[in-house]
């Protein structure tokens, strides 16, 4: 638990700590029997420094030697030895840890007790492999490939990497210091990534997703082609790249994300949002509560998989974790000044089921990381018993984002501007959604047909509204007209076309 389950001792095991191999059995069952499916993290880059094979490769037992990446390092001319390179840890610092026991440095992308897994070794990617197949059979429905892009370095491990002379920091032990061209996206990843896809298309109907950082064309290799496929997606990871503050967010940016995707994803694959996840701050203190809706409507009504965070249905916010309550070693290893531009504690406080003592999240009297204070605001039994909510309007999308017309129907922009970002959805024959977002952080009214670069119906029904419009106008059911749509401050509107 040193980088909280990213360390992983056991890949065939179930961490006491979380129930037993019988508990995930029920679970996977009982996920089944209500139709819906289990992905896996798989973490391939790196074990924990006590798994056995670690162990075993520090005394140099076979075939455990080469499990890891090991180097002698470099002695200068004052007769003290360093790392072989300037690599720099994703967590900061060296990515080097010299080992007493085998007298060698060993690489590790994360924290020293992540080693990195060395898949030049054929008995370590067999073993990866059995792995997965445990999981496979055990009925799982597919994997999140973990940290996919630092799954192998370049072969010559006395190549510094290049200063990156646009980073903005002169701090040598921050990696954003370093252009990652030796520690990232190598040849030999998209091989091993490809023996995986052959491995999990032995059986039927199962997933697996990349999650890479890169820039567009690095990420897009992971998608692979009819002939070498790879994954069914990586993360779409710019609508969090991207869009930093609320002001990032206007309908010329929205447009732009959705372009970068469309516009470079090889041909034939399937698209994916990803609006939050466990590394990254939520969406409403990120971007703002008035976005909330409307954001969930792009994420879920776009053509794609939406990838989406528990509690981004509710509107959950950022927790504030003072350093002292710091449990994240990405924060911790930042130290008191700079933790809070890199903790990921605050997107990681407990679930807000309902009002009772710790938000209904446990029975117990204290939490591993603070229960947010608002928690008797923002909670999923309050939001369910409310007439109107940021929880029911997830719903709702999450219905009728099923309707064929979500599902197969093209998608067109009619209007675009700074404020406003829409597009419609249609069948050939059939439904035809345009859904409207005012991204503005003020009330836009808007002439859709003016400013249309296709023709629109004079009037549409209203199916969907954000939660904060309570304009009579919008109320669900009612016919709108398309002249003149007054939509509220980072509101969202999803309206059936006739
Ligand atoms: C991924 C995970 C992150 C973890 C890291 C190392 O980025 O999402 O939480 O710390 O990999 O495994």
Redesign the pocket.
């Known amino acids: 638990m040193k980088?909280f389950g990213?360390d992983i001792s056991n890949y065939t095991a179930i961490d006491p700590i979380f129930g037993t191999m019988d508990d995930f059995d029920s679970l996977i069952r009982g996920i089944h029997d209500r139709g819906m499916k289990l992905v896996m993290d798989f973490?391939p880059?790196?074990s924990s420094d006590e798994h056995e094979w670690f162990n075993k490769s520090v005394n140099q037992e076979d075939p455990y030697t080469d499990y890891y990446v090991w180097n002698d390092g470099v002695i200068d001319s004052n007769g003290t030895r360093h790392p072989p390179n300037n690599w720099v840890s994703e967590f900061r610092g060296s990515a080097w840890e010299w080992n007493e026991g085998r007298q060698q440095y060993y690489y590790h992308e994360?924290l020293k007790e992540?080693p990195d897994l060395n898949y030049r070794s054929e008995e370590l990617r067999k073993e990866m492999e059995n792995v997965l197949t445990f999981w496979l059979e055990k009925g799982v429905d597919g994997f999140r490939m973990?940290?996919l892009m630092y799954l192998l370095e370049v072969e010559d491990v006395t190549l510094d990497e290049p200063v990156d002379p646009d980073s903005g920091t002169d701090d040598p032990d921050d990696p954003d210091s370093l252009v990652h061209i030796y520690t990232t996206n190598q040849p030999g990843t998209f091989q091993v990534l490809h023996s995986w896809r052959q491995l999990i298309d032995q059986y039927d109907e199962k997933m697996l997703m990349a999650?890479v950082y890169s820039d567009v064309n690095d990420v897009m290799r992971y998608y692979g082609n009819d002939t070498y496929p790879l994954a069914d997606f990586p993360f779409n990871f710019f609508l969090i790249e991207n869009l930093l503050n609320r002001t990032d967010v206007t309908g010329y940016a929205l447009k732009d994300i959705v372009d970068l995707w469309m516009d470079n994803m090889p041909a034939g694959k399937w698209p994916n949002w990803v609006l939050g996840?466990?590394?990254n701050g939520r969406i409403a203190s990120r971007l703002g509560e008035d976005l909330v809706d409307a954001l969930n409507m792009f994420d879920l009504l776009l053509p794609g998989t939406p990838v989406t965070y528990y509690g981004e249905e509710l509107g959950m916010e950022n927790t504030f974790v003072s350093w002292e309550e710091t449990v994240d070693p990405e924060g911790c290893r930042w130290g008191p000044e700079h933790y809070q531009e890199h903790s990921?504690d605050p997107e990681r406080t407990p679930m807000q089921w309902d009002s009772t003592s710790m938000a209904g999240f446990t029975t117990f009297n204290s939490t591993w990381l603070p229960v947010n204070p608002n928690y008797l605001e923002v909670n999923a039994a309050r939001q369910e018993s409310a007439e109107v909510s940021h929880l029911k309007i997830y719903n709702a999308l999450a219905k009728l984002r099923q309707e064929e017309v979500f599902v197969k129907g093209v998608i067109a922009f009619p209007v675009i501007t700074k404020e406003i970002f829409s597009f419609t959805r249609s069948l050939a024959h059939g439904d035809m959604y345009l859904v409207v977002l005012n991204t503005a952080e003020e009330e836009v009214e808007i002439n859709l047909h003016h400013h249309s670069n296709f023709p629109l119906p004079d009037t549409a029904t209203v199916v969907l509204r954000s939660l904060h419009d309570d304009s009579p106008e919008t109320e669900i059911g009612s016919e709108l007209s398309l002249d003149d749509v007054a939509m509220v401050e980072g509101g969202g509107l999803v309206l059936q076309l006739p």
């Open positions: 980088d990213y973490v880059n790196h994360f992540q973990d940290a999650e996840n466990h590394d990921r």
